[in-house]
């Protein structure tokens, strides 16, 4: 599939007297296929606001290559515009406009026709709130109004920063519709959030970030196969078994903790081995299932940002490529 | 053309500009409106009512005079010592000549265009210019302040020419307020000075000095306004404006002057900006040194003097702008938005 977006080693170097040098993009990609719900995960300061401001020509990058519908932005930034649609970080307008004020003066900045303003309107359900005050508006509100905003251009690429904060349970349900209809009418879809949960269920594909490098990428799938950990519970059908099994597992070199009913077995490829293994030394299983894992277990791995017990972690405190965890003057994440 | 419309209507929309221009435009209405009821026709009867009362000044002089005389003459027949009240020879007490009381004191204001008119066009210029100078410093700082400078720029990434539609946008709205209201302003004035005044000797060469005048009042109005734009973008906030202008003004304008006067500086006015605004309205400011002696073939002493031109003024104008409105776009080209 062509790619709607590509990033190749990008990087943005922020300095300061007082903070020293911090590289909030340290040599980052990503690709986005089109037609692709594309999830864009990291951490607090990871640099993904960083990423999208940059794309979008709103940030000078120190480096790379970026394009958008195979163009070189941020140069070509004023062919591609009118088929980007974007939203960064939380919904800034003027406060004494209304609604539909607003979306009729970017409308008519951008040369789109006015009847688009009352279709998006109706699309992100702020139809009879149009005429009110946006300094009137819940956050959740001014939130459908940013998405309004970046889709009146009908754009193939839709950038959406955070797009379910502060909605509603009935709201971030309806994000996640609107979000799959527009993928299905051939949009792309570049989502950055923290409800991991959502990302999971609405996204084809992810990149995760962290302190400026991707750390993963490709489909959900495989993102989430390739750093599945092989964990497998086992029963027996006699509990009173189970400090044998464990003991033959141990010695065929099967990494396991043992608990009061069941054993609970990590890296394991293939669980047929674990079966034949207790069958040879007459134990007869009663139940052998992976333990699958989430999206969320697996960002907090690959960002080292799990919660600690006791432990207050910094915003710069997560993991890069590679697998060592990094802090200070030179680590990535300020600025972004 | 899809982008200078939409300012001007985001311009137009902002309850800011709205209320701002009314503003102006209220204390416009209220200095003609003021003008008009503390000036009087001069007919026959106002003439002649002043000459009765300088009649009455004048007898009444006499009478204090008369009065003087007489009890400086008792004094001196009871031998009072003269303790500097009166003179010696008391005969000196007289009455003021009755021409030195001159009717033209006691006759009611009046607005004589040809005289007054070029005067008003200074407050005009200043109302107008401090009301462009706001509204172009919030049109800019509030779109950045708020973020909607960042959505724009999402539409149209071009930096440079939003920002330049958005001074156009802001100074074509200037001007279709500032136009018209010099027209009422003119027609204003020459309605005052024909109810409540005189309108005699108003040549085409007054009307052409006239126009000129507001020519150069309109032409400040969209200087300052640029500066009030250039500021608050700048600083991406309205405030980097106003603050900007507090600071010029005192700590450019009157600790200068304060420091300059002490420091005996020839002409100290020459450095202060107001003079600069005055010269371009008024074409010439003449500057005075009193701690100098130019004599005259009379043996009189003249004050040394320095001329302050409209020119000088342009150039100062020209350069600010520039400098202001060149580091703004400067800005725009290279800063990040975040």
């Known amino acids: 599939m062509p790619a709607v977006l590509e990033i190749e080693g990008l990087r943005k170097t922020y300095k300061s007297r007082r903070r020293g040098t911090r590289n909030a993009l340290d040599g980052f990609n990503m690709r986005v296929e089109a037609g692709q719900v594309h999830g864009f995960l990291g951490p607090n300061g990871s640099g993904k606001t960083t990423t999208l401001r940059t794309l979008l020509g709103l940030i000078r990058p120190d480096g790379g290559r970026m394009t958008i519908l195979g163009h070189e932005v941020p140069d070509a930034l004023p062919v591609v515009a009118g088929q980007v649609g974007a939203i960064v970080e939380s919904p800034q307008f003027f406060p004494h406009f209304t609604a539909r004020d607003t979306l009729s003066l970017l409308a008519s900045a951008g040369d789109v026709p006015s009847n688009r303003v009352d279709e998006v309107l109706e699309l992100v359900g702020l139809r009879e709130r149009a005429g009110e005050r946006v300094k009137t508006y819940s956050l959740g509100m001014k939130q459908r109004l940013a998405v309004a905003s970046a889709l009146l251009k009908d754009p193939k690429l839709l950038i959406l920063d955070e797009p379910a904060n502060g909605l509603d349970p009935g709201g971030i349900r309806e994000m996640r519709t609107l979000t799959r209809n527009l993928a299905e009418s051939g949009m792309t879809v570049v989502l950055s959030s923290h409800i991991l949960g959502e990302i999971q269920l609405i996204c084809d594909s992810v990149t995760i970030i962290s302190l400026g490098r991707r750390v993963a990428f490709g489909p959900v799938d495989e993102v989430l196969a390739q750093h599945s950990s092989g964990a497998v519970r086992v029963r027996l059908e006699a509990v009173t078994d189970l400090p044998a099994a464990a003991d033959a597992l141990t010695r065929s070199g099967i990494r396991l903790t043992g608990h009061a009913d069941h054993l609970m077995l990590a890296g394991v490829d293939k669980p047929a081995v674990v079966t034949r293994l207790l069958a040879e030394q007459g134990l007869y299983v009663s139940e052998l299932s992976p333990v699958a894992v989430d999206l969320e277990s697996v960002f907090l791995e690959l960002t080292a940002t799990a919660p600690v017990p006791g432990q207050h972690r910094q915003v710069d405190q997560s993991l890069k490529v590679g697998g060592a965890e990094q802090s200070g003057a030179t680590g990535g994440g300020w600025g972004a | ?338």
């Open chain 2, 1 to 338: 053309m899809s982008l200078y419309r939409t300012e001007l209507r985001r311009l137009t929309k902002r309850r800011f500009t709205r209320y701002m221009t009314l503003l102006g435009l209220l204390v416009l209405l209220a200095v003609v409106v003021g003008t008009f009821l503390t000036n009087h026709k001069l007919d026959a009867g106002a003439i002649a009512q002043a000459e009765r009362q300088a009649d009455q000044q004048y007898e009444q002089q006499v009478r204090w005079s008369e009065q003087e005389r007489a009890a400086c003459e008792a004094a001196q027949a009871a031998g009072t010592p003269n303790d500097g009240r009166y003179p010696d020879d008391c005969s000196m007490i007289s009455a003021p000549p009755r021409e030195s009381i001159e009717t033209s004191w006691f006759l009611p204001s009046t607005f004589d265009f040809r005289e007054a008119f070029p005067e008003t066009l200074v407050p005009f210029a200043a109302i107008l210019a401090l009301v462009g100078f706001v509204i172009g410093a919030s049109f800019i700082g509030a779109e950045w302040s708020s973020g909607g400078m960042m959505n724009l720029l999402l539409w149209r990434p071009k930096r440079l020419t939003v920002l330049a539609t958005k001074l156009a946008a802001l100074l074509t709205g200037m001007l279709a307020v500032a136009l018209p209201a010099a027209v009422a302003w003119f027609a204003g004035f020459w309605l005052v000075a024909t109810f409540r005044g005189s309108t005699e000797k108003v040549t085409s060469g007054v009307w052409q000095s006239a126009g000129l005048t507001g020519l150069r009042a309109l032409l400040l109005v969209l200087v300052v306004s640029t500066l009030g734009f250039a500021l608050a973008s700048l600083g991406r906030h309205t405030a980097m404006a106003l603050g900007g202008v507090v600071a010029v003004a005192v700590v450019g304008q009157f600790g200068l002057g304060i420091l300059l006067d002490m420091a005996g500086v020839r002409f100290p006015e020459a450095w202060l900006l107001p003079t600069y605004a005055l010269a371009w309205m008024q074409k010439k400011v003449t500057l005075q040194n009193w701690d100098s002696c130019n004599a005259t073939v009379f043996g009189e002493c003249k004050p040394e003097t320095f001329d302050i031109t409209w020119q000088h003024s342009s150039v100062l104008l020209a350069v600010g702008v520039a400098v202001v409105l060149g580091s703004a776009l400067w800005m725009m080209r290279r800063r990040d938005i975040s």
